[in-house]
Nanobody
Framework: QVQLVESGGGLVQAGGSLRLSCAASGIRFTIAAMGWYRQAPGKQRELVAT???????NYADSVKGRSTISRDNAKNTVYLQLNSLKPEDTAVYYCMAKYGFSTYWGQGAQVTVSS
């Protein structure tokens, strides 16, 4: 059974930083493509960043230069460091794993940025 468990969300002031973590189980983490998506109220889920098994990284323009995605294969964990946070970064952040022909999602972590 595949499980993705996010942690690290919370309330932060504008300009602050946050690090999200996603612990994966039930997959061969080293060959999974991992990513972070977010969904703000009333909006569609959108890509934040992805990190392939070969360490190819892709960032959304909205977070480029302010965020870093990384993975620790020994801990089966992917991270998203968010800096210089803005109120428009407020959303539920979801961890995503692509493994084989399937895509898996975590339960989401709320990030709220106050102005």
């Amino acid at each position: 059974q595949v499980q993705l468990v996010e942690s690290g969300g919370g309330l932060v002031q504008a300009g602050g930083s946050l690090r999200l973590s996603c612990a994966a189980s039930g997959i061969r983490f080293t060959i999974a493509a991992m990513g972070w998506y977010r969904q703000a109220p009333g909006k569609q889920r959108e890509l934040v960043a992805t990190l392939s098994s070969s360490d190819t990284i892709n960032y959304a323009d909205s977070v480029k230069g302010r965020s870093t995605i990384s993975r620790d294969n020994a801990k089966n964990t992917v991270y998203l460091q968010l800096n210089s946070l803005k109120p428009e970064d407020t959303a539920v952040y979801y961890c995503m794993a692509k493994y084989g022909f399937s895509t898996y999602w975590g339960q989401g972590a709320q990030v709220t940025v106050s102005s």
